[in-house]
T-cell receptor, first 114, second 111 residues
Framework: EAQVTQNPRYLITVTGKKLTVTCSQN?????MSWYRQDPGLGLRQIYY???????DKGDVPEGYKVSRKEKRNFPLILESPSPNQTSLYFC?????????????FGDGTRLSIL | DAKTTQPPSMDCAEGRAANLPCNHS???????VYWYRQIHSQGPQYIIH???NNETNEMASLIITEDRKSSTLILPHATLRDTAVYYC????????????FGQGTTLQVKP
């Protein structure tokens, strides 16, 4: 089954403790992206990747890092999480270049930073 | 990307067609109309997209007016599982891939 898998689905942690949210897709998609969703603000793009070893900042990249060493994986790294990063996070992927291609989303990761 | 306007909420009777409108009066010639939905706090689900012509797939139909300033998503036989927030998005084919989700329309399907 074609899918985007995120782990963990839920995480409660404390300020400053590094964490990684993994994202994996099995559709051989070139494009992958991370969004965060907050009440009243909709989904906002954090980072995106057009292909392996190619990443770029979205609208709200501060406090986040990503890497794209393999086509299928696009982890989101919070080196020193802070409470303002408490949010619902979604990973998405689409075929080549996201040109005229629908994006497929994971089920989300709910992070709480205390 | 062009701005879209959708009604905040709509009701539909189960088994009837749900027609969700979207205005995008500032749409450019190369901007596509996409529809996604989000059920509770699950990941957004792609429904359908189009440029000029009407489109149909197994989930829905998309009707785009000739001047492309508005469109309608049609769910032909709504079920309770179609209760969700529906987002209409217009985007240029060659951008960062970013999707800008507005407030959307909350569709409530009632028995």
């Amino acid at each position: 089954e074609a899918q985007v898998t995120q782990n963990p689905r839920y995480l409660i942690t404390v300020t400053g403790k590094k964490l990684t949210v993994t994202c994996s897709q099995n559709m051989n998609h070139e494009y992958m992206s991370w969004y965060r969703q907050d009440p009243g603000l909709g989904l906002r793009q954090i980072y995106y990747s057009m292909n392996v070893e190619v990443t770029d900042k979205g609208d709200v990249p501060e406090g986040y890092k990503v890497s794209r060493k393999e086509k299928r994986n696009f982890p989101l790294i919070l080196e020193s999480p802070s409470p303002n990063q408490t949010s619902l996070y979604f990973c998405a992927s689409s075929a080549r270049g996201a040109y005229n291609q629908p994006q497929h989303f994971g089920d989300g990761t709910r992070l709480s930073i205390l | 990307d062009a701005k879209t306007t959708q009604p905040p909420s709509m009701d539909c009777a189960e088994g009837r067609a749900a027609n969700l409108p979207c205005n995008h009066s500032t749409i450019s010639g190369n901007e596509y109309v996409y529809w996604y939905r989000q059920i509770h706090s699950q990941g957004p689900q792609y429904i359908i997209h189009g440029l000029k012509n009407n489109e149909t797939n197994e989930m829905a139909s998309l009707i785009i007016t000739e001047d492309r300033k508005s469109s309608t998503l049609i769910l032909p036989h709504a079920t309770l599982r179609d209760t969700a927030v529906y987002y209409c998005i217009v985007r240029v084919a060659s951008n960062t891939g970013k999707l800008i989700f507005g407030q959307g329309t909350t569709l409530q399907v009632k028995p």
